[in-house]
């Protein structure tokens, strides 16, 4: 997934179906490497948006008080 592609709901949606994969026992041992490695470069790019947006409604907030 390109970062100029992100969307968070997305990366959730994709992660869940690694871990449904993985759980159910359809990912093969030779693809759980590569599954895992795909989701924890979702979990990344999920814990940066949520710190881009605690960030920007922290500046909100703090714009307010002024």
Known sequence: M???EF???KAMA???KIVQKIESGECK???L???V???VEL???CRKK???????VNKAFGEIDG
Do not use: F, G, H, P
């Not at 949520?50 to 920007?56: F, H, K």
């Open 2 to 4: 390109k970062k100029e």
């Open 37 to 39: 490695k795909k989701a």
């Open 43 to 45: 979990i990344a790019l």
């Open 7 to 9: 969307s968070y709901d």
């Open 14 to 16: 994709e992660m869940e």
């Open 50 to 56: 949520l710190q881009d947006v605690d960030n920007d």
């Open 33 to 35: 490497t590569a599954e």
């Open 29 to 31: 041992i030779d693809e």
